[in-house]
């Protein structure tokens, strides 16, 4: 199972808005709406932030939203602030029975 | 509050094994599935591992098939992952996280256990 793929890395200023693409197959990303995405900083462990490509956990920021378009899912943070900075993982269940992750995009607030 | 304790982590060499452990509490524990996911240092995350609820049906990485066994003791709330036949790939943090029904989003995570496989 290929690990998704995300962009090594994007950049924003505080309050602008950037979006994460997470891109898969239709054995995955493409054929469930069980993509999720993470957030982890340094030395800690990942928070889920999306579920369901588009449910946000309690307690998550309304700024955090997740869309999804064939094998193709985004995840946009709005009015980006600086602990937002942080690595970014998108997750998929598989046609396998089990879980991809995307390799990781790194948040730069500026 | 749900929470996961990792532990079991360590220095173990090419060709040993090692066994780790996460103690759940917070949460009916026989009633979700569990996960195993790694982190290597510096890169991305791997999922490993899961298990059902009842610990009757496993899910395994093609990486780590034959080589790693997932197991749970539902009466002690507690989540296993045997780990054989160790290579230095395999060097990493390991973390256990509660899942699903079935494994597909792990959440939350424990603090993680750092493997390192090195002579």
């Known amino acids: 199972q290929s690990a998704l793929t995300q962009p090594a890395s994007v950049s924003g200023s505080p309050g602008q808005s950037i979006t994460i693409s997470c891109t898969g197959t239709?054995?995955?990303?493409?054929?469930?709406?069980?993509v999720s995405w993470y957030q982890q900083h340094p030395g800690k462990a990942p928070k889920l932030m999306i579920y369901?490509?588009?449910i946000r956990p309690s307690g998550v920021s309304n700024r955090f939203s997740g869309s999804k378009s064939g094998n193709t899912a985004s995840l946009t943070i709005s009015g980006l602030q600086t602990e937002d900075e942080a690595d970014y993982y998108c997750?998929?269940?598989?046609?396998?029975?089990?879980?991809?992750f995307g390799g990781g995009t790194k948040l730069t607030v500026l | 509050e749900v929470q996961l304790l990792d532990s079991g982590g360590g220095l173990v060499q090419p060709g040993g094994s090692l066994r780790l452990s996460c103690v759940a509490s917070g949460f009916t524990f026989s009633s979700y599935s569990m996960s195993w996911v790694r982190q290597a240092p510096g890169k991305g995350l791997e999922w490993v591992s899961g298990i059902s609820g009842s610990g009757d049906i496993t899910y395994y990485a093609d990486s780590v098939k034959g080589r790693f066994t997932v197991s749970r003791d539902n009466s002690k709330s507690t989540l296993y992952l045997q780990m054989d036949s160790l290579r230095a790939e395999d060097t990493a943090v390991y973390y256990c996280?509660?899942?699903?029904?079935?494994?597909?989003?792990?959440?939350?995570w424990g603090q993680g256990t750092l493997v390192i496989v090195s002579s």
């Open positions: 997750s998929s269940y598989t046609s396998s029975s089990t879980i991809v």
């Open positions: 239709s054995s995955d990303v493409g054929g469930y709406n069980y």
């Open positions: 369901d490509v588009n």
């Open positions: 996280a509660k899942d699903r029904r079935v494994p597909a989003t792990p959440n939350p």
